[in-house]
């Protein structure tokens, strides 16, 4: 996945310099900076390709792809690795689609709301709505995962580098949300998707460390790891009907598209299939690794979370308990981003779409779609989700039945019955377009599809709650 970005340490520090010192640029250039600025076409966007991948790819990879390696298990491998890489293209296709109806939107101001406005304009408002309240939730469930998942890390740490036991307080997981909050809160308040790409290159280090850990621990097996089951190339089994929404799911992120749209350097289509090419790319090859090697190590015996299978007395472990831990956390501003972006919107549903026609305001409005939102607006609706997001995860324990329902149909809305819709509106009086038009009909379709058997499945799991286990046998 590394080599996918094509980038060392030093470039990456690079980049990021030159991402500073055009922002630097931006703000206090002298006035020859602001004259030339005025007579190009278009102000340029500050964040790199670099930036961009990475952030994308944060926002597709995260603790849901512990899970892959019984998805393997519940189908087999090639059925397996297929459906994976069937999921990510569709995916890809639906991102694609979403970028070529930015481009259509005015000059650094697309969103899901610019793009309704010039399709279905009084359900703006509602697709809207629909991300906001996905948005939400998945950033409630982020932080339940922490208040559950770090008292077991602490505690494991514990054991493996002393006999003591840890104090009481350390095995709290609301003690660790709030002090976890105190990292979060600043990062949810950045208004830049690019702001975020050093603690997204931070998670992405951590998914290789993982990596690192499924690999390793096939070719040289820790002690007391559990019995190996049977490996099979083809084996459906009655679990495949609950994995397989986890990898259609898995690769989620349109709800960031528009953004880095508007934020990266020359954003012409090319550099865009690139963008999105490169993060669904990284995001197969990582579920995939994880899927395979977790599978061909525990066969039909693994779990439901790989890295739970290994034995958690020793450090090497531990520590990518740590690493799951960071790539969670540093996902919840990820969510908080776009969910501020569409309340916002709703909030303002009688307020259509100002068209930046005039070359100096849009100088003047050189904030790639979030200078719209004054900053009392700003801090108003961030406090808003921080605060309604951290109190709900600190009282409740499980929300698995809701999360997975706002979760299943809020995923499909964005990933495929929008963009498909989108598309195919924007694009069916252009006759050059007809056969790109129908495909995206046809991806609508796909999602409505997936949407029902997601609602039914959810609403059967409700009535009929499943036994206890997680091996696929």
Wanted: proline share 5%; net charge negative.
């Amino acid at each position: 996945m590394v080599n996918t970005y094509g980038a060392t340490t030093s470039s990456l520090a690079q980049a990021g310099d030159e991402e500073d010192s055009n922002e630097h640029t931006a703000f206090l250039g002298d006035d020859r900076d602001v004259v030339t600025a005025v007579k190009d076409d278009k102000p340029d966007g500050h964040a790199s390709m670099i930036s961009s991948i990475s952030n994308l790819a944060n926002t597709i990879i995260g603790s849901g792809m512990l899970t892959f390696p019984l998805a393997l298990a519940s189908a087999g491998i090639l059925p397996g690795m297929l459906t994976c890489v069937l999921s990510g293209s569709i995916a890809a296709f639906g991102l694609y689609l979403l970028s070529l109806c930015a481009a259509k939107t005015p000059h650094r101001r697309s969103s899901f709301f610019a793009v309704a406005q010039m399709t279905f304009p009084k359900a703006a408002v509602f697709f809207d709505a629909a991300i906001a309240t996905k948005c939400f939730g998945v950033s409630i469930s982020y932080l339940i995962i922490i208040k559950g998942l770090t008292p077991n890390v602490v505690s494991s740490l514990y054991h493996d580098l002393s006999d003591a036991e840890p104090p009481a307080w350390m095995l709290n997981g609301r003690n660790w949300l709030s002090i976890f909050m105190i990292i979060l809160i600043p990062l949810a308040f950045l208004r830049r998707l690019n702001s975020l790409r050093h603690t997204s290159y931070v998670a992405l280090f951590s998914v290789v460390y993982l990596l690192i850990i499924v690999i390793k621990c096939y070719f040289w097996p820790l002690d007391d790891m559990p019995p190996a089951g049977k490996i099979r190339l083809v084996h459906f089994t009655s679990n495949f009907v609950s994995t397989f929404p986890v990898q259609v799911f898995a690769f989620t992120c349109a709800q960031n598209l528009f953004p880095i749209y508007n934020e990266v350097k020359s954003n012409t289509q090319p550099r865009m299939n690139i963008i999105i090419g490169s993060a669904i790319g990284s995001a197969t090859l990582t579920y995939e690794v994880i899927a395979v090697f977790g599978y061909l190590t525990f066969g039909t015996n693994v779990g439901a979370n790989i890295i739970a299978m290994y034995p958690p007395n020793s450090l090497f472990v531990a520590i990518g308990q740590v690493a799951i831990v960071i790539l969670v956390l540093f996902s919840y501003p990820l969510q908080v981003h776009p969910c501020r972006n569409c309340l916002d919107k709703v909030f303002h549903a009688g307020e259509s779409v100002k068209q930046a026609d005039n070359e100096e305001t849009e100088v003047e409005v050189d904030d790639h779609s979030i200078g719209d939102m004054s900053h009392t607006k700003h801090t108003i609706l961030t406090l808003a989700i921080i605060a309604s997001t951290f109190t709900i995860a600190y009282i409740v324990d499980d929300l698995k039945i809701v999360l997975s329902f706002v979760g299943s149909t809020g995923s499909t809305t964005i990933s495929f019955i929008l963009p498909g819709l989108l598309y195919w509106k924007l694009s069916r009086g252009d006759p050059g377009s007809k056969i790109l038009n129908r495909a995206a009909l046809v991806l609508a379709a796909y999602g409505v599809c997936i949407f029902v058997f997601c609602l039914g499945f959810n609403i059967y799991q409700l009535v009929y709650p499943p036994a206890s286990g997680n091996s696929a046998h």
